[in-house]
């Protein structure tokens, strides 16, 4: 690394996360050891080499080889290589589980570009914003090929497969601009499909924020607000139809009801039983596959009639809107099927039009939030997803 | 399986001949000339060539194309380290940059590295070392050589016109939808190419097994024949699902329902798994033979027996199982579930003791010998201290934390590149070296030899350690355009290739003109041991003119016989550890 | 392979292949290296089951109906067909190693005509089903469906649903079923359930025409004489290695081709 030096690149590459602080220690020490186990060789094989090499008159001894050495070379090359092992699990750990209450930025992989789109609504392309000590969870899929989303700079990188969400998160700490580079290979635009990632200080931030939206922005998932994510997808909402069955219209009359599908007020992050006598977590991951393939699992007690939407229909962006509305909707949030007018982007605050003062009418908000049950009486064949 | 028999012989009370030919055969010494018939000599024509069912002339065979396609792959190489002295590209476009390093990767994989040694030495030896007139199925081992040919036609006829630039990967859906490149041609080609490595792990298998001479137990086998069996068992066990997995891909692409294709109803990662079920396992492939290269060779030069026979022997077989159980550490990052990682890498960390054991072993059979520094010696230092680094940082990327970062950057290509150039090259050009005197009788040149060596081991190290520091930085692999601040290393890395392309190129000169130039170089010019030294250079046509009878352990340098003419005096026994040979 | 054999011999000698000291090695070896073979051909299926197996535990439903469109009666005469071959070619060996060179040729026939046999029913079954357009293919079409909201629409879907389609509501009773349960976005990707049936089969049939040929080869030199030294059962032995192989996978093919639609929970009560 010394002869990086002088050569273009730094001593040390950068290091703008905690995570790449604890990731490069476990280098460091992998590094130590092996190359502790590379000279220990090195040196053998120096002092093997002048020693015995060949002299008039020498003679060569007859050595069959000890099990005891074999031993102690098998033994203790096992006990470093399982401390590797055992040491990066944390580590893995780490980058596996975002914090909990980190927003969530989704990032969309094309041929070749990136597409980011933060929680209040900003998007923004090869470009990403963070604020500086604020951890995000970042969601990451892809449109066509894989791809994948890498900061050297976090040492955190991640595939972006087509039909899978993949998440890993940051918490940058170090003001800066840093690389954002694809590295699963894509196709003829592979080396252009790199970015850069700024890390801006929170008065940074706030200004950036400034130039881009036209809300204040409120706490993160408590409403849809203009432009963000659960916005768009509420717009999609309504526009696939979705709340055509998904309302919460409980009149056993009407052929837009309830009946046909749960409600979904509530749904994320709930356990929902599904087909077969199992029952899945209803994470981002889920509600994905029950859009694009809604008979892999389904919902127990509904009939299976529930569409698929192609990405011809949805686009992996849109798709993404969609979950995220759905993650947003709480109990209560759900609008009435007839408010179909979204605000637009720029209006002033209409907090109406998203659904939220017009409370649903019949039933009354579940005091059990998390359990999304079909509340309209079953009968003998089920209701769909 | 049988146990070594020799192991509960003890050999360390009596003196023995060292004499592997049947007494009434006079021995062949180095004051013997060429045979007057030997296997180049004794048919003459193109059809006695095309049409031979001679495993040495087989191996020649294969010689001549892996050559030219070495020197392909290498144009390749060349191309795309030219171009990447300069960020935004010096020579190519885009789309030929990803052919060139697509053509490079894929010739140097499938069309060289697999086959190379299997192919030649293979072919060549494995029946001489276990005492064999030929191999179990000669007319089966011609078949293999042309299936392997017209695949490489194909694959070479893909790359020509058209060309491939997926990646030697052929990850989907960029292969089986996006890629407007002939992923169909080339993926016939490593089929059928992937056929022939089949066969000749088959008949590699059944040789070994079948074919061995009277007294040649498990426990006395060459420790090449042991490398070569362990390889052709994942040859044969693993290669039929790739074979599958590029007829799915195929269908994908043909048909467009959705195998592998999300949005039709597939999943990429399918392919990823199978394609890695054969891929990893494929490096042992390429790797474990010229391990057993150098196990010929450090002996021979050394003067020793080798430190730790069954440890070597045994660590070959168990690289190749465990290694079957590793592909995921190639899919840390793609979603794959993160206990399934957990495991791959726990047993990454296995299959990478009994590499280490092997080098611990080979350093340790240099304790004690009389060490002499010809040309072949010089690859294997070369093999031992390059495959060092590359086996050490692969530990980097089979750990799942290290991996995060590392994974598809030079670091990377440079490590692959130190197991597999650094490895398997040095080690091919170690046994080319080291049999070129049996495989053809004549001598190369000695200075010119050595000086190949040491200018191949400078322009390697040079090419690939600023990968190393790359790859850290965070520089993604195929990447034709780059960020500027990698420029200098990228420079360092184009000398350090041109330094080693001139180093591949002195033995395609000498090599050539030793067989005009060259002196004869008599049976045995190493002094070796084993059954291969025991006939005339070149060989006659059936090897052995009776039947060889074994009675001893392979490496038994240091036991004086007729071999060891200038060890005049009394010779000292060393005890060993009981049953290490 | 079988075909390793000398090809003309009067003597006793050239019957051991040079190369080889003595017969019980050349034996040992052809053997051997028959079951090798047979390894990897193992496992070139294996890749394909793999496949197959995660695709039917993705789209269960799917596999269902694509099973219950396939033609399970000519299937059944075929598989009758082929585990009779494989007794016939038991006895080859039997004939060949008792030097009864009549019976050795008639069972060799008869093993042939089993194999060809069972090649023209399943030429019959493929052309059943390219009649009935069960092809999967990218060739698309339209048909009246309604929207979620039960307004009438037109959706394109491949020709090969509306084929699927028809020939499930042809069948009646549970094919029907089965049919009207599915949405047309099923019945599109019931095409993965043919590319694997086409696939495997096709696959089968292969190894099918590659042993036929090689018993034809066989059966010629029988007539030649070349099996006359009993010591050439060899050959026969290993063919039928191969040969009793590709029964077995189709013992595989049969019932996760065929009876993939027998096993849903529906039909067990």
């Not at chain 2, 070392?129 to 191999?135: E, F, R, S, V, Y």
């Not at chain 2, 798994?273 to 002996?299: C, D, K, Q, R």
């Not at chain 2, 031992?384 to 692969?394: K, Q």
């Amino acid at each position: 690394m010394l002869l990086a030096e002088g050569l273009g690149l730094p001593l040390w590459p950068e290091r703008a996360t905690d995570f790449a602080v604890h990731y490069d220690w476990l280098f460091i020490y992998v590094l130590a050891v092996t190359t502790a186990a590379g000279l220990l060789v090195y040196a053998g094989l120096i002092y093997f080499c002048f020693r015995f090499a060949k002299k008039p008159g020498g003679q060569q001894q007859r050595i069959l080889g000890s099990h005891k050495l074999e031993l102690i070379w098998t033994a203790i090359p096992a006990a470093f290589f399982l401390s590797f092992f055992v040491l990066s699990i944390p580590l893995f750990d780490e980058v596996s589980h975002p914090p909990a209450d980190a927003p969530e930025i989704f990032v969309v992989g094309k041929q070749w570009m990136w597409k980011m789109q933060h929680p209040n609504g900003v998007r923004e392309i090869n470009e990403l914003h963070l604020q500086q000590g604020t951890a995000v969870k970042v969601t990451v899929t892809s449109e066509d090929v894989i791809h994948n989303f890498g900061i050297p700079a976090f040492r955190n990188k991640i595939d972006a497969v087509p039909g899978r969400y993949v998440s890993t998160w940051y918490r940058p700490n170090k003001v800066g601009t840093y690389h954002i580079f694809c590295d699963q290979y894509c196709g003829q635009g592979h080396s252009q499909m790199v970015g850069r990632v700024h890390v801006m200080s929170t008065e940074d931030y706030t200004a950036w924020l400034e130039g881009h939206k036209t809300d204040k922005p409120g706490t993160p998932g408590d409403r849809p607000t203009d432009g963000t994510a659960a916005w768009h997808g509420q717009q999609l909402f309504f526009k696939l139809q979705c709340i055509n069955c998904h309302n919460n219209i409980y009149d056993a009359e009407s052929p837009n009801s309830s009946n046909r599908a749960p409600n979904l007020e509530g749904l994320y992050g709930s356990i929902v039983p599904v087909e077969g006598g199992r029952s899945v977590t209803a994470d981002t991951g889920y509600l994905r596959e029950s859009i694009r393939n809604p008979m892999a699992k389904v919902h127990s007690g509904w009939k299976p009639i529930m569409p698929a939407y192609t990405k011809a229909q949805v686009s992996e962006e849109e798709l993404g809107q969609v979950v995220a509305y759905i993650q947003y909707l709480k109990q209560g949030k759900l609008p009435k099927r007839t408010s179909q007018d979204a605000a637009p982007v720029g209006a002033p605050n209409v907090p109406d039009s998203l659904g939220e003062k017009t409370a649903p009418v019949v039933p009354p908000p579940d005091p059990k939030p998390a359990e999304p049950k079909p509340s309209a009486p079953v009968d003998s064949k089920k209701g769909g997803k | 399986m049988a146990t070594s028999t020799a192991a509960t012989e003890n050999l360390t009370e009596s003196v023995l001949e060292l004499d592997y030919t049947p007494q009434m055969a006079p021995p062949v010494t180095d004051l013997d000339g060429p045979p007057k018939v030997h296997y180049l000599n004794h048919s003459f024509g193109w059809l006695s060539w095309l049409l031979t069912v001679d495993h040495k002339r087989i191996g020649i065979l294969y010689l001549i194309p892996l050559t030219i396609f070495f020197m392909c792959g290498g144009i390749a190489a060349g191309l795309v380290r030219l171009n990447l002295i300069q960020p935004y590209g010096a020579i190519l476009e885009l789309d030929q940059y990803n052919k060139a390093f697509t053509a490079h990767g894929t010739i140097m994989l499938f069309l060289f590295l697999i086959p190379v040694i299997p192919g030649v030495l293979g072919n060549f030896f494995v029946p001489m070392m276990i005492g064999a007139k030929d191999m179990a199925f000669p007319k089966l081992n011609l078949a293999s050589w042309y299936v392997w040919m017209a695949g490489a036609m194909f694959f070479i006829a893909a790359l020509l016109f058209g060309g491939l630039d997926t990646g030697w990967t052929f990850y989907p859906p960029y292969s089986s939808k996006y890629s407007h490149t002939n992923v169909l041609a080339a993926g016939l080609g490593v089929f059928i190419t992937g056929f022939s490595s089949i066969l000749t792990g088959l008949n590699i298998i059944a040789t070994v097994h079948k074919m061995r001479a009277p007294g040649m137990t498990w426990g006395r086998l060459p420790l090449f024949v042991w490398a070569m069996y362990a390889t052709s068992i994942i040859q044969i066990l693993a290669t039929p699902v790739l074979a599958m997995a590029v007829c799915l891909l195929a269908t994908e692409r043909i048909f467009q329902v959705g195998i592998f294709d999300p949005t039709l109803g597939g999943d990429p990662l399918l392919f990823q798994h199978l394609f890695w079920y054969y891929s990893h396992p494929a490096v042992y492939i390429m790797i474990l033979p010229g391990m057993g290269v150098i196990n010929e060779v450090i002996t021979c030069f050394s003067r020793k027996n080798i430190f730790g026979y069954k440890a070597v022997a045994w660590s070959s077989v168990g690289i190749a199982v465990v290694g079957f159980l590793v592909w995921g550490h190639h899919m840390f990052l793609s979603g794959q579930g993160i206990y399934l990682g957990l495991v791959f890498s726990v047993l990454t960390m296995l299959v990478a003791i009994p590499s280490a054991v092997k080098v611990f072993n080979w350093t340790a059979t240099l304790y004690g010998g009389q060490i002499t520094y010809e040309a072949p010696m010089l690859f294997v230092i070369g093999f031992i201290v390059l495959f060092t680094i590359g086996g050490l940082t692969g530990l980097f990327l089979g750990i799942i934390g290290t991996d995060i970062h590392l994974h598809d950057t030079y670091f990377v290509i440079a490590h692959f590149h130190f197991t597999m150039v650094g490895g398997m090259m040095f080690a091919w050009q170690a046994g080319l070296h080291f049999y070129w005197p049996k495989m053809t009788g004549k001598m190369y040149s000695d200075f010119w030899s050595r000086m190949a060596a040491v200018i191949m081991l400078v322009g390697f190290s040079l090419t690939f350690l600023p990968q190393f520091i790359a790859g850290y930085h965070g520089l993604p692999r195929r990447y034709p355009y780059y960020p500027v601040e990698f420029q200098m290393m990228n420079i360092l890395s184009t000398a350090g290739a041109t330094i080693q392309g001139f180093g591949y190129l002195m033995p395609a000169v000498y090599l050539p003109l030793s067989l005009f130039f060259g002196r004869n170089a008599g049976a045995n010019p190493w002094r070796a041991t084993g059954l291969e030294w025991q006939t005339p250079s070149p060989p006659t046509p059936h090897n052995f003119e009776e039947l060889p009878i074994v009675t001893h352990a392979p490496y038994e340098y240091a036991l004086p016989s007729k071999y060891n003419l200038e060890s005049g005096h009394a010779y000292e026994v060393t005890k060993g550890e009981s049953g290490g040979h | 392979m079988a075909t390793n054999a000398p090809h003309e011999g009067e003597s006793r000698e050239p019957i051991v292949a040079h190369h080889f000291n003595n017969i019980r090695q050349q034996h040992a070896s052809v053997r051997f290296g028959m079951w090798i073979f047979l390894v990897t051909e193992v496992l070139f299926f294996g890749g394909v089951l793999c496949a197959y197996a995660a695709t039917r535990i993705w789209y269960p439903k799917e596999f269902e109906a694509g099973s219950t469109a396939l033609n399970p009666f000519i299937a059944s005469i075929n598989t009758f067909l082929l585990l009779t071959s494989s007794f016939t070619i038991t006895l080859a060996i039997r004939a060949a190693y008792k030097g009864q060179h009549t019976g050795l040729r008639l069972w060799l026939a008869s093993t042939i005509v089993l194999g060809t046999v069972f090649l023209g029913f399943k030429a019959r079954e493929y052309y059943g089903d390219y009649e009935e357009g069960l092809i999967p293919g990218p060739l698309k079409t339209q048909v009246d469906d309604v929207d979620t909201n039960g307004k009438p629409i037109l959706r394109e879907v491949s020709v090969f649903a509306v084929n699927l389609k028809h020939v499930l509501e042809h069948k009646g009773g549970k094919a029907k079923e089965i049919s009207d349960k599915m949405t047309w976005n099923e019945r599109d990707r019931t095409q993965i359930f043919f590319v694997f049936y086409y696939g495997m089969t096709g696959l089968h049939v292969l190894h099918m025409i590659v042993g036929i040929g090689l018993l034809i080869w066989q059966l010629l030199l029988a007539q030649l004489g070349f099996f006359k030294p009993t010591e050439r059962f060899i050959y026969i032995e290993v063919m039928s290695l191969y040969w009793h192989f590709v029964d077995l996978v189709w013992i595989f093919l049969f019932p996760l081709l065929y009876m993939a639609g027998k096993h849903s929970m529906d039909g067990i009560f």
